[in-house]
């Protein structure tokens, strides 16, 4: 299927070009400069309902978009929504006016894109599993086996690094020589992948030395084959779990938990914003309290993934000082989570004379 999409390149002078594309090239394409920091309004070209008519095309779909990212969930707490829907009105911010669970059938004039439905990725994850059993395929790597290979290593030093008390600053570059020593420390981080998909990542993971490794995705399917690629490959010991990253079942805190593209595919549901916000809520209440959360997205620059996670500390912030000025007690004014760092040596290409990367890899302390 070929489309028309528009990619903004950001050299000395910025302009659109008009290119004629695959699906699969179009899914998050952002030229940036090499560890730009500046916040680009491109966006992945969602697709939509109309690109989907049928099962078959559904899976031609999946096998060519590159997010490849999951996302959970079914809403049924009336309250959440409300709240999350007051929250984005008083930020000057537009509610989705007509809120519809994600396992109903969308409305066409509402979809932003099926990337952000249950069934999009149950359809997609039984043509995997199918693949899987009968010719051993592991399927996508999502975003490609070089970013794969770049967040596990990088996660590594990272951890090793927080681990020996060295927490690096915004100017920092993730580079400790990893010894011996640092490769023990790894024993002692849980580590949870949120919508793991195929699992693939933690397979890198574990080969990096963590062993305390859970993967989680509301899709049953991604779910039975993820447990059939650690399997095979020889990483049983990985745990998987069906659970919905927005209303988990999880009560567990885990020192380091991942996202590689979730957030990506929650922000092209219909009710995107909203969604976002209850992420957010969800994962804080994931990472233990001096833990560490890596989001990897194709969606969003540095800049922008600090600024939403600072959005989220303000309302956090807000609503700590209303409930303990009901008390009477000492307002808590200390941020749920911190900028850490994020990734400076993703693989660039060029387009247009300028040199870029399509992804954004940042690191956020629990405080």
């Known amino acids: 299927m070929l489309r028309y999409g528009e990619v903004v390149v950001s050299g000395q002078h910025e302009q659109t070009i008009t290119l ?10 952002r030229l940036l400069p090499e560890d730009s920091d500046v916040s680009q ?14 099962d078959d095309d559904r899976s031609v779909a999946a096998d060519s978009w590159s997010i490849k990212s999951e996302y959970g969930s079914t809403l049924d707490d009336d309250q959440r929504h409300a709240d999350a829907a007051e929250a984005l009105s008083n930020a000057n911010l537009r509610p989705p006016s007509d809120y519809s669970s994600d396992k109903d059938e969308p409305d066409s004039e509402a979809v932003t894109s099926m990337l952000g439905f249950q069934s999009y990725w149950d359809a997609a994850y039984a043509d995997e599993l199918t693949n899987f059993r009968e010719h051993g395929h592991a399927g996508e790597v999502w975003f490609g086996v070089d970013v794969m290979e770049v967040v596990a290593s990088w996660t590594k030093t990272l951890c090793v690094e927080i681990s020996q008390g060295r927490i690096p600053n915004d100017v920092d570059e993730v580079k400790t020589e990893v010894d011996e020593l640092g490769d023990k420390v790894l024993s002692t981080w849980s580590v949870l992948d949120i919508g793991t998909g195929n699992g693939l990542l933690l397979q890198e993971l574990a080969k990096q030395g963590f062993s305390d490794l859970t993967g989680t995705d509301y899709s049953e399917r991604a779910i039975n084959l993820a447990q059939s690629l650690a399997n095979r490959d020889g990483f049983s010991n990985v745990k998987f ?3 919905d990253v927005l209303e988990t079942k999880l009560e567990q805190e885990f020192r380091l938990v991942m996202d590689k593209g979730t957030l990506d595919a929650i922000g092209l549901h219909p009710d995107g914003p909203v969604k976002r916000m209850m992420y957010w809520d969800s994962v804080s209440k994931l990472v233990a309290p001096g833990g560490i959360l890596v989001v990897t997205s194709c969606n969003s620059t540095k800049d922008e993934l600090v600024q939403e996670v600072e959005s989220f500390n303000q309302r956090k912030i807000a609503t700590a000082q209303e409930l303990e000025a009901l008390k009477g007690e000492e307002p808590c004014r200390e941020p ?7 990734v400076r ?19 956020f302390i629990r405080k």
Not at 20 to 29: E, K, N
Not at 336 to 342: R, W
Not at 345 to 363: C, D, I
């Open 20 to 29: 004629h594309t695959s699906l699969s090239s179009m899914a998050g394409i």
């Open 41 to 54: 309004q491109s966006r992945a070209v969602p697709l939509s309902a109309a690109d989907l008519v049928s």
């Open 241 to 243: 779990l069906v659970d």
């Open 336 to 342: 749920p989570f911190q900028y850490v760092s994020h």
């Open 345 to 363: 040596t993703y693989p660039t290409f060029m387009f247009g004379g300028s040199v870029g990367s399509r992804v954004a890899t940042v690191a």
